[in-house]
């Protein structure tokens, strides 16, 4: 693993993220909108790759590009009474608009502004691999990991309850 | 500054506010429940980015950015799940998806 970011390669996967996501808010298809959230979820592990975060690339892929994805296809396809229900009429919301205008605008200039604190480009060179990771999350972490099962165990029953069938 | 240069941890963190914006306006704006929850999605996505790139420019030994990227997964899975859970049960009461459709308890 080098001890930089390739330009080129930063370049490419955020114009697939940011595109990913822009098409997703401009399509009118629900479906389409979907699958471009898909593309967007692939991009990001590769941003991740980037970074050498190899786990959490996984991860990505795994939990967001297949499960979320799979569920949000599922309860679309469940809600859609027609096959044109699927393609909804333009919703610019010019208000948000301005507020989100307002809100990305002074976002990115605090990261100028402030970023002038950080070091450029540089970056430190020794990166721990997977084996390291997994060792610490299962040792200095290991009490919030348990926790996040169960947080995960009772969104399960809790989704079950709310979505099931003839039980209220 | 060329476009080939190695890029810092200020280019990531553009990336996810630009992200972050976007899915911000999808979440107001949108009128079906479903493109709602997944801006909600983007959202979480770009503060991951955020997390992991910033761990990664300053302390990559603790891994602690990559650490809470992943709770922040775990959590945000958890919420997609109960979201659609919900969009069911409420599609099975008002055979509908709009928010509009959703304002009992508005003042």
């Known amino acids: ?168 | 500054m060329t476009l080939l240069q190695p890029v810092g941890a200020l280019s990531f963190m553009t990336l996810a506010a630009v992200l972050f914006s976007l899915g911000l306006y999808g979440a107001l704006s949108r009128k079906s429940t479903v493109m709602v929850l997944m801006s909600l999605e983007l959202m979480a996505n770009a503060i991951n980015i955020n997390l992991v790139a910033l761990s990664r420019f300053s302390a990559p030994a603790e891994m602690t950015g990559q650490i809470f990227a992943v709770f922040s997964m775990v959590v945000s899975a958890a919420e997609i799940g109960l979201g659609l859970a919900l969009v069911l049960a409420l599609y099975r009461q008002r055979k509908t998806v709009e928010v509009d459709a959703m304002q009992e308890l508005k003042g």
Request: proline fraction near 3%; charged fraction near 10%; aromatic fraction near 12%.
């Open chain 1, 1 to 168: 693993m080098t001890d930089t970011v390739s330009g080129v390669a930063f370049l490419a996967l955020s114009f697939a993220t940011i595109g990913g996501a822009v098409m997703m808010l401009a399509t009118r298809n629900v479906v389409h909108a979907a699958f471009w959230l898909l593309e967007v979820m692939l991009a990001t592990a590769g941003i991740y790759l980037l970074l050498s975060a190899e786990f959490l690339a996984l991860v990505q892929v795994l939990v967001y590009a297949g499960s979320v994805a799979v569920l949000l296809l599922f309860t679309i396809m469940l809600t859609l009474r027609r096959r044109e229900d699927a393609v909804r009429d333009f919703e610019p919301g010019w208000g948000s608009v301005v507020i989100v205008a307002l809100f990305g605008g002074s976002l990115l200039f605090a990261i100028q502004r402030f970023g002038a604190q950080m070091r450029p480009g540089t970056m430190p060179e020794t990166v721990p691999d997977v084996a390291a990771f997994g060792e610490t999350l299962f040792t200095q972490w290991a009490v919030p990991f348990e926790i996040a099962s169960l947080v995960l165990l009772v969104a399960l029953v809790g989704a079950v309850w709310w979505s099931g069938g003839d039980g209220s």
